[in-house]
């Protein structure tokens, strides 16, 4: 079945630092999101992000359909990043999503 | 625009029990899902609607989980009967096309 792997599992920066989460998948997809979740609370959408670079803010998202990966990077952090950042494939036709198991971010003073 | 709404936001329950989730999409999304997450296992798909019509049922999860969708604007989880494994996060989300957006989940502690 349709695997997705995020990379890495969990990640401390101090505050201002960049990071560079990835995430990759084992089959050809038709679509690519990134969300952001903090502890107790729900899924925001960060990127819907099919393929090529978007950017918002201090957030880049990059996805190369070929390579079958696709990065969110993170400028400048800030305390407020903090929290769990998951991205979620779709191969079929329908918008079903397929959940990496998340990084999970803190950014200290 | 309202974004996906449900209820009740906390929910204990007693083993045994018959609980029911609520769920209303974003006006005009086609696509609705329930998941349930826990710390162990992440995000699981439970149901998968489209344009009313179910279309994945979750698996492992047909026997004691129920989901309907009685028309285009709600949605219900029944879990019957609970199990204390069943204590987790529950997240209803609706699309329009490929973008998927979530509701504030409904956490449930089954004692």
């Known amino acids: 079945g349709q695997q997705v792997q995020q990379s890495p599992t969990s990640l401390v920066l101090q505050e201002g630092e960049n990071a560079e989460l990835q995430c990759n998948f084992s089959?050809?997809?038709?679509?690519m999101q990134w969300f952001y979740q903090r502890p107790g609370g729900s899924l925001i959408s960060v990127f819907y992000?099919?393929?090529g670079t978007k950017q918002s803010g201090r957030l880049t998202s990059t996805t190369v359909i070929k390579e079958r990966r696709s990065s969110l990077h993170i400028s400048s952090s800030q305390i407020t990043d903090s929290g769990t950042y998951l991205c979620?494939?779709?191969?079929?036709?329908?918008?079903?999503?397929?959940f990496g198991q998340g990084t999970s971010l803190s950014v200290v003073p | 625009d309202a974004g996906v709404t449900q209820t009740p936001r906390h929910e204990v329950a007693e083993k045994g029990q018959t609980i029911i989730l609520k769920c209303e999409p974003v006006?005009?999304?086609?696509?609705l899902f329930w998941y349930r997450q826990t710390k162990i296992q992440g995000l699981e798909l439970l149901s998968y609607?489209?344009?009313?019509?179910?279309?994945?049922d979750g698996g492992a999860f047909k026997d004691r989980f129920k989901a309907e969708m009685l028309n285009s604007s709600f949605s219900t989880l029944k879990i019957q009967p609970t199990e204390p494994k069943d204590s987790a996060v529950y997240l209803c989300?609706?699309?329009?096309?490929?973008?998927?957006?979530f509701g504030p989940g409904t956490r449930l502690t089954v004692l």
């Open positions: 992000n099919p393929s």
């Open positions: 089959t050809s997809l038709n679509s």
């Open positions: 979620a494939m779709g191969a079929s036709s329908f918008s079903k999503l397929v």
């Open positions: 006006s005009g999304h086609n696509d």
């Open positions: 609607f489209r344009s009313k019509s179910l279309m994945e």
């Open positions: 989300a609706s699309s329009d096309n490929y973008e998927q957006y």
